[in-house]
Structure formats: structure tokens, C-alpha cells
């Protein structure tokens, strides 16, 4: 006797660990830069869709002393700890 095939429930599609997002100059202050999150080259404001908004780069980090234009800064999560 031939046994019946089980139905398998679709494959969750699993949520990303990583993203990355991008940020533009805006401003210098005395010992950083501010870079604003862009998307697709547009700044994009907390409560319009941002994820982080502004970040702040101390000058003396940056390599060599040149303020880059545009940042990429990628984001990971650790899933396996978290809080809820």
C-alpha cells in the first residue's frame, strides 16, 4: 500500500540579519561629521521611513583626515539574542 503524501506548510521566508544603509554629508561640527540616512540620494527624515536618521563620525576616525561624501553603514542583528 502506498503511502499518502504529507503536505508540507510553505517555508517561512526567513527575515534579513543584515541591512545596509546609506548617509550623505551634511554638516562639520568641532570634532565630527554629520551624515544624514538618504534613500535613493534623497534624505529621508525619522517618522518619513528613516531607520537611523543622523550619524555622527569623529574626525579623527576617519582615514587619512578626508570627509567622504557618503557613507554605507551596514547593520547586523543577532537573532539568536533577542530580547523578546
Not at 546609506?22 to 568641532?30: D, G, H, I, L
Not at 529621508?44 to 528613516?50: L, P, S, T, W, Y
Amino acid at each position: 500500500m502506498a503511502k499518502a503524501a504529507t503536505k508540507r506548510a510553505p517555508a517561512k521566508a526567513a527575515e534579513p540579519t543584515t541591512m545596509t544603509l546609506a548617509f550623505a554629508f551634511e554638516r562639520e561640527t568641532k570634532g565630527a561629521v554629520r551624515y544624514q540616512e538618504t534613500k535613493n540620494g534623497e534624505p529621508v527624515e525619522i517618522g518619513a521611513g528613516a531607520v537611523i536618521g543622523s550619524v555622527y563620525v569623529r574626525k579623527d576616525a576617519l582615514i587619512g583626515g578626508a570627509i567622504p561624501r557618503r557613507l554605507l553603514v551596514t547593520i547586523s542583528f543577532d537573532t539568536n539574542d533577542a530580547v523578546s
